[in-house]
């Protein structure tokens, strides 16, 4: 009975997710997913099953199916926004290492109206990592902080990440040949098996990133926390080089097209999602409470029928 249970909950919940999925308006998928909460007892049977939802919430957020846009609202202007920042050796700079910026206007029929298909070279900077010598390590209270993988599963840490075990100053940075990396910017592993884990963390501070991390800064007109939700979309693995380490290169991440929102709509977004993460942790802990229940119950009757 319970097995049937299970496999009926698993087909109604991946209908309902790939019906919201494939809903071409948001007020559909919005409607759906209502359904999916209010009947969570019977869709979401185990905490695993969270996951799946925040993943869907993720898919819905980057594909524009999550709030509705507004009419005149468009992301283009931030795009020439960005080129007029630019002054006219940066811009050359820029043609010379990523090359003049391709017609991405091809795809537009797949994305929301007045989003705009972009690559991450066209949205931010890339920062990458310092080696960290054993002899500069455990050090706290010190005005930088140093970031590592380790730091991104510390407790406490999340979308921002607020605490790390190292810390460094000026004397450290120039001797190690760090360069901070800004507030805003997102991090997340880029070498090794921390690839699959999908941690991704906003700096809060001035900071400094290990060689085994990679960071970008977003432009203005980015909301950082917006950049962090689509980074947390993307599945790392599919872009890592095959080897005995597996790896992110810059060039590949670059390639990535995706479709960018007006920065207003961004901020709902975020907002929205920031709102459906809070209930998929109440859920979560819902649902693990359930099962530590279940398993004392389940212990007790055995231990009875034994005596």
Known sequence: QQQAAKAFSDELRVSTFHHMVQSEKPEDAHDALQILVEDSALLLTKPEDVEDLRKLVLDLAVTGKLVDGKEGDSAYGILENLELTKDKTELE??????????????????????????????????????????????????????????????????????????????????????????????????????????????????SVIDNNLLGITPFEGISPEWLYYLLQSID????????????????????????????????????????LMELCDQLEAKLSSQVELADEYVTASAHALVS
């Open 236 to 275: 790392m693995v599919k872009y890592q080089k095959s080897g005995p380490i597996p790896a992110l290169a810059q060039g590949t991440l670059n390639e990535i097209i995706f479709g960018l929102p007006p920065l207003e709509e961004q901020e709902r977004i975020v907002a929205r999602v920031d709102e």
């Open 93 to 206: 700079k820029f043609i010379k290492k990523y090359g003049p910026r391709p017609d991405l206007s091809e795809g537009n029929e797949l994305i929301p109206e007045g989003w705009a298909n972009v690559r991450f070279v066209d949205i931010g900077i890339w920062s990458g990592g310092s080696g960290f010598p054993k002899k500069f390590q455990g050090l706290s209270g010190l005005p930088y902080s140093f970031c590592k993988v380790s730091d991104l599963s510390k407790f406490g840490n999340g979308k921002y990440l607020k605490q790390t075990a190292n810390t460094i100053d000026k004397s450290i940075l120039k001797q190690i040949k760090a360069k901070l990396i800004d507030p805003g910017t997102v991090i997340f592993p880029k070498i090794g098996g921390a690839i699959a884990t999908n941690r991704r963390s906003i700096i809060t501070s001035p």
